[in-house]
């Protein structure tokens, strides 16, 4: 039987094989004996393997002590019942509201070259959409750089958690533009932040160091920033956007299935329900304002059923021919590897070897699903979906 002293002892020893250490206490917290984000990345890597849970790299912030993370790990392997009672809207829209502060700013210079978004919730499909994208021989598809978010490097930094965040896009990028090695494209992401470079400028070098072709972006942090959302029209001439849909449900129970409840407090089924509801609100609120030839929108369900036509008519819209290799997201290279240990991006997808047509079943309601918010219905019901 697992008990929190039983799981306390096992993470003990993993500790210590990490950091290379003798005496720890189960109150000694991960940075103050020698733990930094690649030792951290091992540690997270031995904890997926022994529990078979997807773990994230902030969750050593979030639960910095042996006697934290073993309660987190006690409460995960005997989860209890469902909060009965539901989420808050308006109190979630005024939580993002003050983390993403609504502020008038100007263009930080002229125009950068069009580029393209993927707007989307989190868990709708987006990381196999990329890739499935970054087989076009006319596309540039990193995995998330985190750039639009803020205005600054240092301010990046700082907002990813100096460090302890596992989101590596930028490093990704540069690797590939640059043909860099994992140190060396740290050492250029570290000059940046040296040199406080902008973020706009950042995306300037982006863009010239792929052209010609086009940058293409999958994010699922920005919808839930209206500023960020903002900026993509301020510094962008005639930016495209992806709007990525797909059934709530099937997103919350993503949504608890990662444990995304180690890095945004509430409760991971509230939680999960209030990232797609405030993401598609942001989204269908940014877009209203958006021409139409400028923007479109893909249900992750169609992917999965007919990818070719769907891909066709990305294609299309983003004025690229169609290739063959868009239905191949799992051959060749297309900036999926690990990165000092870590994965960027989504690991689910990293779990499969082909396109995954099982992710269907979630596309309605099932034993077991919590009810939603009436907000939350009349949205799915605005984006199509209906067995709520």
């Not at 979630?92 to 700013?105: G, I, L, M, T």
């Not at 998330?144 to 240092?154: C, G, T, Y």
């Not at 945004?264 to 939680?271: E, I, L, S, T």
Request: proline share 7%.
């Amino acid at each position: 039987m697992i008990t929190l002293a039983s799981l306390e002892q096992e993470l003990l020893i993993m500790w210590r094989q990490v950091l290379d250490v003798d005496e720890l206490n189960v109150h000694d917290r991960f940075t103050e004996r020698g733990g930094t984000p690649d030792r951290g990345g091992r540690l997270i890597e031995m904890l997926e393997k022994r529990f078979e849970l997807i773990l994230h790299l902030p969750w050593l912030v979030a639960a910095p002590t042996i006697h934290d993370q073993a309660k987190w790990l006690l409460y995960r392997c005997f989860p209890g019942p469902p909060p009965a009672e539901l989420a808050r809207p308006q109190e979630w829209r005024d939580a993002f509201a003050k983390r993403f502060p609504d502020q008038p700013e100007a263009a930080p210079g002229p125009p950068l070259p069009s580029m393209v978004f993927v707007l989307s919730a989190a868990r709708t499909g987006s990381t196999l959409l990329r890739i499935m994208l970054a087989g076009h021989s006319k596309l540039f598809c990193p995995p998330e750089p985190e750039l639009l978010l803020f205005q600054d490097m240092r301010a990046r930094r700082q907002g990813l958690m100096d460090g302890w965040s596992d989101f590596k896009g930028l490093e990704k990028a540069l690797m590939e533009l640059q043909g860099l090695s994992e140190e060396q494209a740290a050492q250029t992401t570290d000059q940046m932040l040296q040199a406080n470079l902008s973020t706009y400028s950042i995306y300037s070098q982006l863009q010239q160091l792929c052209a010609p072709r086009l940058l293409l972006e999958k994010a699922t942090s920005y919808p839930l920033s209206r500023p960020a959302l903002r900026r993509a029209e301020l510094w962008f001439d005639r930016p495209r956007y992806i709007h990525l849909v797909r059934h709530p449900l099937a997103c919350i129970r993503s949504w608890t299935a990662c444990n995304f409840d180690q890095v945004v407090y509430g409760h991971p089924r509230q939680a999960g329900e209030m990232d797609w509801l405030l993401s598609n609100e942001n989204i269908l609120e940014h877009l209203s304002g958006v021409e139409p030839e400028r923007q479109t929108r893909v249900r992750y369900e169609d992917v999965l059923t007919d990818a070719e036509s769907e891909m066709r008519r990305l294609c299309h819209f983003l004025q690229i021919g169609y290739e063959e290799s868009l239905l191949q997201p799992y051959s060749g290279e297309r900036m999926t590897g690990r990165l000092n240990g870590l994965v960027s991006g989504d690991k689910m997808f990293y779990r499969k070897s082909e396109i995954d047509q099982s992710a269907l079943e979630g596309a309605r309601r099932l034993p077991g699903d919590s009810p939603l918010t009436e907000e939350t219905m009349l949205m799915a019901t605005r984006l199509g979906y209906g067995d709520l």
